[in-house]
């Protein structure tokens, strides 16, 4: 499986991530990808950027080091109801949106709060990607999960960082095992990222690609294999 996206990628902005875009960009193009994203988390999470720097990502070049560059954000949701730390008009203005949870910005709570949460983020028209839906510490009905994912056109994240070793999400794998049966069975749109905080780790998908070998899952439902594909697979 050859992927040649990025889409979710840390910059020193995140404020617990340690290079700039430009450096991401250069490990981007040295490893061969066309395109990445910059998704920097966005101002709940402890240390993140101020909206200002949502609005000022105009000013980075389309192209940077030979690598198409989207101008994105990892937004947190916040509540059951599935509220963003973003108003729909910063979102609009984006080229790409994740929504995450991360327990210092939302309470868990049981399953059937966690899953409507993530249900209602998906219904945004600006939010793309369900990030990182792996965390065994926010229990969610992934079933359900994978339906609305794709009766809402939002794609499901295989996230790299959450399968390595020093991960701080639990049960990662054992989580996808059950998504991924169900992306099946729903024919949910798939895209897999690095999460890279530290430029190296930029297209780093050595453990999110076996996986998705090991459960069979073709490369037709797999976003980031092109840009062109990438793109037309964007909600707005
Ligand atoms: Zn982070
Ligand atoms: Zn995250």
Same mark, same amino acid.
């Given at each position: 499986m050859q992927l040649l996206c990025d889409c979710h990628i840390h910059t020193i902005s995140?404020? $617990? &991530?340690? /290079? /700039?875009?430009?450096?991401?960009?250069?490990?981007?193009?040295?490893?061969?990808?066309?395109?990445? &994203?910059?998704?920097?988390?966005?101002?709940?999470?402890?240390?993140?950027? $101020?909206?200002? $720097?949502? $609005?000022?990502?105009?000013?980075?070049?389309p192209v940077l080091e030979g690598v198409r560059l989207l101008r994105g954000v990892e937004v947190n949701i916040l509540d059951g109801d599935g509220l963003l730390d973003l108003d729909d008009h910063m979102l609009s203005v984006l080229d790409l949106v994740i929504a995450s949870l991360h327990l210092p910005? =939302?309470? @868990?709570?049981?399953?059937?709060?966690?899953?409507?949460?993530?249900? /209602? @983020?998906?219904?945004?028209?600006?939010?793309?990607?369900? !990030?990182?839906?792996?965390? !065994?510490?926010?229990?969610?009905?992934?079933?359900?999960?994978?339906?609305?994912?794709?009766?809402?056109?939002?794609?499901?994240?295989?996230?790299?960082s959450s399968l390595m070793p020093i991960?701080?999400?639990?049960? &990662?794998?054992?989580?996808? @095992?059950?998504?991924?049966?169900?992306?099946?069975? =729903?024919?949910?749109?798939?895209?897999?990222? /690095?999460? @890279?905080?530290?430029?190296?780790d930029v297209g780093n998908f050595t453990k999110a690609v076996p996986l998705l070998v090991r459960h069979g899952i073709p490369e037709s439902m797999v976003a980031n294999t092109t840009p062109e594909r990438i793109l037309s697979w964007l909600k707005s």
């Open positions: 995140s404020g $617990h &991530a340690y /290079s /700039s875009v430009t450096e991401c960009a250069r490990a981007a193009f040295i490893k061969g990808l066309s395109l990445i &994203a910059i998704t920097d988390h966005a101002p709940s999470l402890p240390g993140g950027p $101020h909206i200002f $720097h949502f $609005h000022n990502l105009r000013v980075l070049p910005c =939302y309470q @868990a709570g049981g399953r059937k709060e966690n899953t409507r949460a993530v249900i /209602s @983020a998906m219904q945004s028209r600006h939010v793309d990607i369900l !990030g990182h839906p792996d965390d !065994g510490r926010v229990p969610l009905d992934l079933d359900e999960i994978a339906r609305a994912a794709a009766a809402t056109g939002t794609m499901l994240e295989i996230n790299n991960s701080f999400r639990e049960k &990662a794998e054992e989580n996808y @095992a059950f998504l991924l049966e169900s992306a099946i069975r =729903y024919n949910a749109r798939l895209v897999v990222n /690095s999460d @890279a905080h530290f430029h190296e």
